[in-house]
């Protein structure tokens, strides 16, 4: 009846990334530990390292993504994989086959991983429950749900920063609603025992029950900015801004823009962080985005080890091998 | 050998048949054949079926494949309007003279309140029972399950409690001014058991029932995206549930149906938000009937009514004059529907543990005077 656990072998080894939600401090510190050693390859002239020699991990990316699916495969490349990917936005499933399928031919080209990236909420789990046996799954983002390697990237990118997560108080901004990244961050944040959690947006933005995620909606952005070390902003999509959720997106900057005045209010050595892509003048300003407390690009950067590390782990586990 | 209860035959209020229709999901012969392993000697026949029971050529063809189908009785309801568009109203009193116990719109909700206004009168003016499900037709329309901690979590669209209880505020209201009679089906939300209550109290012609699914799952089920939970009518919170109970313990909940909505493997395989919502409900329905006294505080003669006399009132039937023969403790090997979209479909057992059994091991059909064993 009750279904097996759907990232974690019998020995408590990860041999799916899914989510992180589920996942103990122990196992995402061990993943930060992981990409902490990893990080120091990207300074060096040869950045590659043999682990995934002769193993093969496939893109599987049914939804459009630029950056994930380009860090993914360099994170691969890295590790020496052998790296393909394959753009299944406007192929088989668009064309009416059905995920199995699709999932039973891809089976077909022997690979040892799928990154998945799907526009349905579960559909990492999904495929992880289905796919054949000796296949990992490391999910690149499902839907509304989650997308696990960027909330790591984000622990790993504060961590950095701050040490300890214990004292710290994190203040994500916009669109928790619709925000995997935002869903894979409470849950590690949560995990991690952050101090204080504190999200902020509009009440079309928020769910109603979001204290459910370990955080605490604060109405008004200046409020919730106050003593804050750590500030996240989300993007909003496009389509939501006309009307839909928000009136315009001049009326969501006024009230919930990263302002430089308003991010004054936060401690001064406060961190700014953004998944990307950003909206400028939407969720954050300008100067804001590029100024001296940004961290945007590091997250990037540390994207790369992360992504190693999962994927490293991932297989190690799958092979009896350590990470 | 254990001792057998004899019971009257059951009525269900709503089971999705699926024929006419791609028949992978089932057809009037396997279906009906599973309603019998439920105890159901009489079922209310849907009318989302492909195409909608909206004519008399679709349900003569229903009558026509029931019979020889020679299981459950198919008590075909009407469609309310056209291919169940919501915009335009099909002959209602036709279809009544040929035999549909009720009309319905299905899952499907009217938009236009004013069609919906002119739908309940002019049934009311043929004492034609309706049996609408409160839905609101924008609200939650694109959600897979209820608004709640569990949608929160998992990022899935939701459907608020209100999406219901506001469908049932405008099917009330409109009562109040057609008269007629009208039958809520598949409540989910402890808000629309109290306003059942008060609409009744306040004189107005109205019953209403509950999927049995519904008084023992929740939202909390779908833990992992199990989509074997994902249902049209959404599992709602631990509250919700325990109001349904108690809406059945105190009759304000008239009846219990199947909500019975077989699927082949295609449609139910696949990730939670796309997968077509519906639990195949008839091989399990008789264990979880027999677990309404002991696992939902239910007494059993109340549990009887709901399954019998209350529905025959509701669809003004005479009391039925089958009786089925149940084993209460044995269970059955066979799975008849051709729908295996189940949680219970393996196994059992409910999610914490708590063994089912209950076979129904004999029919008699007084009225085809027919005994069946099985």
């Excluded at chain 2, 049932?168 to 057609?178: D, F, Q």
Aim: glycine share 8%; charged share 20%.
């Amino acid at each position: 009846m009750t279904l097996a656990h759907p990232q974690l072998d019998d020995t408590g080894r990860l041999k799916h990334f899914l989510d992180l939600d589920g996942l103990s401090r122990e196992t995402l510190t061990h993943i930060l530990d992981t990409a902490e050693g990893f990080a120091p390859l990207g300074e060096r002239k040869v950045r590659t390292v043999p682990l995934l020699r002769g193993r093969t991990v496939a893109n599987l990316f049914f939804e459009n993504s630029t950056r994930t699916r380009t860090a993914f495969e360099l994170a691969a490349k890295r590790l020496s994989a052998d790296v393909l990917t394959i753009d299944l936005v406007s192929s088989s499933t668009a064309k009416g086959e059905s995920l199995l399928d699709t999932l039973r031919v891809l089976e077909s080209l022997q690979c040892d991983m799928f990154i998945v990236r799907h526009s349905e909420s579960g559909a990492a789990r999904f495929i992880a429950r289905h796919v054949a046996d000796g296949i990992a799954v490391v999910n690149g983002g499902d839907g509304q749900h989650a997308h696990p390697t960027q909330g790591l990237l984000d622990m790993f990118t504060i961590r950095r920063h701050k040490g300890d997560f214990s004292n710290l108080t994190v203040v994500l901004i916009g669109d928790i609603r619709h925000s995997r990244v935002a869903r894979s961050d409470l849950a590690a944040l949560q995990t991690l025992g952050a101090g204080e959690v504190r999200v902020v947006g509009p009440r079309t933005l928020v769910p109603k029950d979001v204290e459910a995620l370990g955080a605490r909606f604060v109405a008004n952005l200046d409020e919730a900015l106050v003593g804050a070390d750590v500030v996240m902003g989300l993007r909003l999509q496009r389509e939501r801004m006309n009307g839909a959720k928000v009136p315009s997106s001049g009326e969501y900057f006024r009230h919930f823009g990263l302002s430089a005045e308003r991010l004054a209010l936060a401690k001064p050595d406060a961190i700014v962080m953004h998944p990307g892509p950003t909206n400028r003048g939407v969720e954050i300003a300008a100067d804001v985005a590029d100024g001296k407390q940004s961290v945007i690009l590091e997250q990037v950067t540390a994207g790369l080890a992360v992504r190693m590390a999962v994927m490293s782990m991932v297989l190690g586990s799958q092979t009896g091998a350590s990470a | 050998m254990s001792d057998l209860l004899t019971l009257p035959g059951f009525t269900d209020l709503y089971a999705r048949l699926r024929e006419p229709g791609p028949s992978r999901r089932g057809n009037l012969q396997s279906e009906t054949r599973a309603a019998y392993a439920a105890g159901f000697t009489r079922v209310c026949a849907a009318p989302d079926t492909d195409p909608a029971m909206d004519s008399t050529a679709t349900v003569e063809l229903v009558q026509h494949h029931a019979a020889t189908a020679d299981a459950a009785s198919v008590l075909p309801m009407a469609a309310l309007t056209i291919g169940l568009d919501g915009d335009r109203l099909t002959e209602l009193a036709t279809l009544q003279a040929l035999g549909c116990v009720a009309a319905s719109q299905a899952d499907q909700p009217i938009a236009d309140t004013r069609l919906l206004y002119d739908a309940m009168a002019y049934a009311a003016s043929f004492d034609f029972p309706l049996i609408m499900r409160a839905r609101d037709s924008r609200l939650g329309i694109n959600g897979c399950v209820h608004e709640g901690t569990m949608a929160t979590r998992l990022g899935l669209p939701g459907v608020p409690a209100a999406s219901e209880t506001i469908a049932l505020a405008r099917l009330l209201e409109l009562l109040r001014e057609t008269g007629g009679q009208l039958h809520v089906s598949r409540l989910s939300t402890a808000r629309a058991v109290q306003m059942i209550s008060e609409a009744r109290d306040a004189g107005l012609s109205v019953t209403a029932d509950v999927g049995i699914a519904h008084l023992y799952f929740t939202e909390d089920d779908i833990g992992g995206f199990d989509s074997r939970y994902a249902s049209s009518v959404p599992f709602r919170t631990s509250a919700d549930r325990e109001a349904l109970r108690e809406g059945v313990r105190q009759g304000v909940i008239d009846a219990i149906c199947s909500d019975h909505a077989p699927l082949d493997n295609d449609a139910a395989l696949a990730p939670f938000p796309v997968v077509e919502p519906g639990l195949s409900m008839f091989d399990r329905f008789m264990p979880l009937w027999l677990a309404l006294p002991s696992y939902c505080d239910i007494d059993f003669d109340r549990a009887l009514n709901a399954v019998t006399r209350a529905p025959e009132a509701i669809l003004k039937l005479a009391p039925s004059t089958d009786t089925i023969q149940v084993d209460a403790t044995a269970t059955a090997d066979t799975w008849w529907s051709r729908g295996r979209n189940s949680p219970l479909v393996d196994t059992w057992q409910l999610a914490d543990g708590t063994a089912l059994s209950g076979k129904v091991v004999c029919i008699e059909r007084q009225s085809d005077d027919v005994t069946l064993a099985l």
